[in-house]
């Protein structure tokens, strides 16, 4: 369904599948799940920020190769629909810094337009803790979720210096609001927490490259960060089934080619699409992640973040049993690319 205005989404079907267990474990646990990360003169903002840019460098270069050696993959259909979308936006003159927009969430003409759009729903509004990607293109997400007095829990870029981050309008400085919702000011003015916080999210919002209104179907930049993310969301107890999830996009980057039967477990799907001009709701009846697919995660990946593996660790502790690991994968080199980047 679309609409020419906003208007709240219906409701969709609570989890079938509780964890009450874990739940139990999580409701008993403290709610410190982290340290205070405020402003102070121990952050320092250009570390981090190199280090950023560096890895996103290096990533970036990663996927590159990987596009280009994808055209023996079974999962090359999702590259090709990447790279029309990228193209695109570029060759269009709708496609917004850092450019070039290949390889990344890509910015747009009009995002913060679609950010508004987003902002006037009731599901928006009604919320009062919102999940959001840290990617350019929902910069003005964060800014909407931050200035409505609203909890923003974004991620540490690739999972690969941190976890999550909560931050709180209230104990950030008056006026650096617009400076906490770039990933430096993420983490120098917000809270880091762990995997037995209590917290609990009510909306996510989720930056795509190409996403297809019939059916929901999404495909992010092909690294597989929103999945793992939502993965360990199911898993702290913070989102389940019914969690609303929302992607911003530009008109350009709707498609109509995704073929859901080749989506993977994994794949996560949207309950609304905002453009700058339109909400559409998709009625989407692809069933969302459970959880982490362990036999899915290449060791590879494994190693790189911190977090998966303290829960694997954890998950194998709980329940005296060894996960399955997913099949080996080539990973981009840890520094590849010298030339700085424009921040995102």
């Known amino acids: 369904m679309r609409l020419l205005f906003p208007a709240a989404a219906p409701p969709l079907p609570l989890c079938l599948a509780a964890r009450a267990s874990r739940r139990a474990r999580l409701a008993a646990a ?43 993959d079974p999962r090359a259909w999702k590259w090709e629909i990447r790279k029309r979308v990228w193209d695109a936006l570029e060759a269009e003159g709708v496609a917004r810094d850092p450019r070039p927009v290949h390889h990344r969430i890509p910015n747009f003409d009009g995002a913060p337009a679609a950010a508004d759009t987003l902002g006037r729903l009731d599901v928006f509004q009604n919320s009062q803790c919102v999940k959001v990607n840290p990617d350019s ?15 923003l829990l974004t991620p540490q870029p690739r999972l690969r210096t941190g976890f999550f981050s909560v931050l709180d309008s209230q104990m950030i400085p008056i006026g650096c609001i617009p400076e906490a919702c770039t990933s430096v000011g993420a983490a120098k003015y917000g809270r880091p927490i762990g995997l037995d916080e209590r917290i609990k999210v009510d909306l996510i919002v989720i930056g795509s490259v190409a996403v297809d209104p019939s ?91 911190r ?35 424009r921040r995102r």
């Open 307 to 341: 977090i998966l593996r303290e829960l694997k660790k954890r998950i194998e502790q709980e329940t005296g049993t060894i996960l399955p690991s997913g099949p080996s994968e080539k990973l981009p080199p840890t520094a590849q690319r010298r030339r700085r980047q």
């Open 137 to 151: 293109p929902q910069k003005q997400v964060r800014l909407l979720t931050l200035s409505g007095d609203k909890k």
């Open 30 to 72: 403290s709610a410190a799940g982290g340290s205070s990360s405020s402003a102070s003169a121990s952050f320092d903002a250009a570390a981090f920020e190199a280090e950023r840019l560096r890895l996103d460098a290096a990533a970036r270069d990663g996927m590159a190769s990987a596009a280009a050696a994808a055209e023996a």
């Open 215 to 305: 059916s929901g179907a999404r495909l992010g930049k092909g690294e597989g960060f929103a999945e793992l993310e939502y993965g360990m969301l199911r898993y702290m107890g913070a989102i389940d089934d019914s969690t609303m999830i929302v992607t911003t996009v530009h008109d350009k980057q709707l498609v109509d080619d995704i073929p859901v039967e080749k989506l993977l477990v994994h794949d996560v799907p949207v309950d609304i699409i905002c453009t700058p001009t339109q909400v559409i709701f998709t009625k989407t009846t692809i069933p969302k992640p459970q959880g982490i697919y362990w036999e899915k995660l290449s060791p590879e990946k494994l190693g790189q973040i």
